[in-house]
């Protein structure tokens, strides 16, 4: 069984910093790819950064310049650092991972980050 545990949310101020980490297990078959989409209450679920196994990152618009993803896809772990942050990113953040070779989608339950303003 297949388990991507997410931490690291909480409660912050505009401007302030959060490190969310995603440890997964019981993957088998390797991943092409892990990262972090988000949901806002009422919004659709969307893509926060990835990165792939080959170490190439990806960042949302909104927030290039501010959130940084690493890891190490071989050992099945990501993290993001958010700096700057803004009552907008405000969401339920969700760890990925893309099965390897086939695009099957893993997911954690999610942690939530709540900036205040």
């Known amino acids: 069984q297949v388990q991507l545990v997410e931490s690291g949310g909480g409660l912050v101020q505009a401007g302030g910093s959060l490190r969310l980490s995603c440890i997964a297990s019981g993957i088998i078959f390797g991943v092409d790819a892990m990262g972090w989409y988000r949901q806002a209450p009422g919004k659709r679920r969307e893509l926060v950064a990835t990165r792939t196994s080959y170490g190439t990152t990806n960042y949302a618009d909104s927030v290039k310049g501010r959130f940084t993803i690493s890891g190490d896809n071989t050992k099945y772990t990501v993290y993001l650092q958010m700096n700057s942050l803004k009552p907008e990113d405000t969401a339920v953040y969700y760890c990925?991972?893309?099965?390897?070779?086939?695009?099957?989608?893993?997911w954690g339950k999610g942690t939530l980050v709540t900036v205040s303003s």
């Open positions: 990925n991972a893309v099965r390897r070779g086939s695009g099957m989608d893993y």
